[in-house]
């Protein structure tokens, strides 16, 4: 995708200590994946990543991402893209089917279906289903981002 905007992915709800002892999903790192590059920001609801025009480094996560919504905002313009999870199901890249990867102004949001065998002559399906929203103002905090992608990622399941 065009540079100048972010990747969005959905954490899992949010709960205290005492509510979940279990982890909710596991996350993948790369190598070059470091924490401390500005371009990521990682929030109680979201986490996200920032093209830079000026910071070739690469940057890439990968997601168990069962809220089956990711999304790329780039000026007031959101691109929402949803994909479905099966929990029974084995992901690549160690469990995950959404990863997002910047270097300089180069974005990607890609999404991954489950492992499963194909045989010869067969054939695998992997379904994304796209939206485009216009004049979307998220403000400046996480709580604002929140209360403008909602109601929107609601319109597209």
Do not use: C
């Amino acid at each position: 995708m065009n540079g100048g905007g972010m990747a969005i992915i959905p954490n899992e709800p949010y709960m205290t200590h005492e509510e979940a002892l279990l982890p909710t999903r596991a996350l993948a790192t790369w190598a070059y994946s470091d924490w401390s590059d500005p371009r990521w920001t990682l929030g109680r609801k979201y986490i996200r990543l920032r093209t830079d025009a000026g910071m070739t480094a690469p940057q890439k996560i990968g997601v168990a991402n069962r809220r089956g919504w990711a999304g790329y905002l780039r000026g007031e313009m959101l691109f929402v893209k949803r994909v479905d999870w099966d929990d029974t199901a084995a992901y690549p890249d160690f469990g995950v089917n959404t990863e997002a990867y910047t270097a300089a102004n180069f974005i990607e949001l890609e999404t991954m279906g489950p492992l499963r065998p194909v045989s010869p002559g067969g054939a695998a399906t992997h379904e994304e289903r796209w939206a485009l929203f216009k004049g979307v103002d998220v403000g400046t905090t996480e709580a604002s981002l929140d209360a403008a992608l909602q109601p929107l990622v609601a319109q597209t399941k």
